[in-house]
């Protein structure tokens, strides 16, 4: 049992966890904080067997620190399990397939090319609002047709869903998921061209047409792909220049072969992992590694503590974009549940690494990197850099 010193949501843990991921893993395969009432799963072999095992551990009740019923929020990929979450998946897969990345490819190739012109331009910068805000949010505007209505309200919308999450909610955070809600009702569905991701999904019923007829799961899976999508990517691109600005010869590495831009990115969702963690619960008694759950548990599964777990990754806490085994890390989730738009977020930032470096030769930290206080998202409020020009 944890004492109060080893709560995940504490400020000092929120801006840098991994010591205390650390100790969390020293502690066995599942240890209760009784703060919380929560199970802490951090060792990878543990989270990982969570993670696939939907029977015992479900994500029906949701995947955040506050339930479904609790919150009144349930989005049909990440709150459903199978065979509701097996519908719904299969009415927008192949909405993220390798056809579908194909055709999207260019229209993010040349997004992250005027960004980083732009931003070269400047030299010193704000990487989160210059960077890795804007290229999620001309993606998702491209492969849903959602048009918002202006970058800073996509931001908060963003990061309000995100904190869905949370174990302390904001009352504020629970207001502007609601806002993104109505204003997508109101506008954004109505204003879509034709042809596009949101007109399959709201019109359609995904593609074949299964998605119900409601308009509410529709409603439900389109604002999740629209704004989950744009908070998590921009969270990886901000950490990605982070772990490069901190280890310039992984930077000289990735220049000298763009080759490795593709095992560069899976390091650094392990290294950094955008998702500090999934909630799953137990209907009927479970075990974890031996460790004995009752019925009716909530199961927070620490993916970023397992991503760094010395049983698995060796010298994890290491950042090497060489490392073979990279791609072996948690940070979308795994199995059923991994995440659909992982994809997409892979390419947005094989793109932005590949425009970075054919133009950047450095990034020089210029000021103070402050790290939103989102207890379920790691990502910055603000990145200063100067961008070196090659």
């Not at 899976?221 to 990886?236: K, T, Y």
Request: negative net charge.
């Amino acid at each position: 049992m944890l004492g109060a010193d080893l709560d995940p949501y504490q400020p000092d843990h929120l801006e840098d966890p991994y010591p205390f991921y650390g100790k969390l893993r020293e502690l066995g395969p599942a240890t209760f904080l009784s703060r919380r009432n929560i199970w802490l799963v951090s060792r990878y072999e543990s989270a990982s067997y969570v993670l696939r095992d939907y029977r015992d551990f479900t994500s029906s009740l949701g995947v955040g620190f506050t339930r479904v019923p609790d919150h009144g929020y349930r989005y049909p990929l990440v709150d459903n399990d199978p065979p509701e979450h097996t519908r719904a998946r299969r009415a927008v897969q192949g909405e993220f397939g390798r056809a579908a990345m194909t055709r999207l490819r260019p229209a993010v190739r040349d997004a992250a090319t005027e960004l980083v012109e732009a931003a070269i331009a400047d030299g010193d910068i704000d990487a989160v609002t210059t960077l890795a805000q804007p290229l999620p949010e001309l993606t998702i505007r491209v492969l849903t047709g959602i048009e918002p209505p202006d970058a800073d309200m996509m931001s908060a919308w963003g990061d309000a869903v995100g904190q869905l999450g949370s174990a302390d909610l904001d009352p504020r955070h629970a207001e502007l998921a609601t806002d993104s809600l109505e204003w997508l009702t109101a506008e954004g569905v109505p204003a879509l061209p034709e042809h596009c991701l949101g007109r399959l999904i709201m019109d359609s019923g995904g593609a074949d047409g299964r998605l119900a007829e409601d308009d509410l799961e529709r409603l439900m899976m389109l604002d999740s792909i629209w704004l989950a999508g744009v908070d998590s990517s921009g969270s990886l691109l901000a950490n990605a220049v982070n772990a490069f600005a901190e280890f310039p010869e992984q930077w000289d590495a990735v220049r000298a072969r763009p080759d490795l831009i593709p095992n560069a990115v899976e390091e650094v969702l392990r290294w950094d992992s955008p998702f500090r963690s999934f909630y799953r619960r137990t209907l009927a008694p479970a075990s974890i590694n031996g460790v004995d759950i009752p019925a009716d548990a909530d199961v927070c599964v620490i993916m970023a503590a397992a991503n760094r777990d010395p049983d698995r990754f060796t010298d994890p806490d290491r950042f090497d974009v060489t490392r073979p085994d990279a791609k072996f890390h948690l940070a979308f989730g795994a199995s059923i549940h991994l995440c659909l738009g992982a994809p997409v977020a892979r390419l947005e930032t094989i793109e932005f690494l590949t425009a970075l470096a054919g133009r950047v030769r450095r990034f020089e930290r210029i000021g103070q990197a402050v790290r939103s206080a989102n207890q379920a998202v790691r990502k910055f409020s603000t990145l200063p850099v100067r961008l070196v020009p090659a």
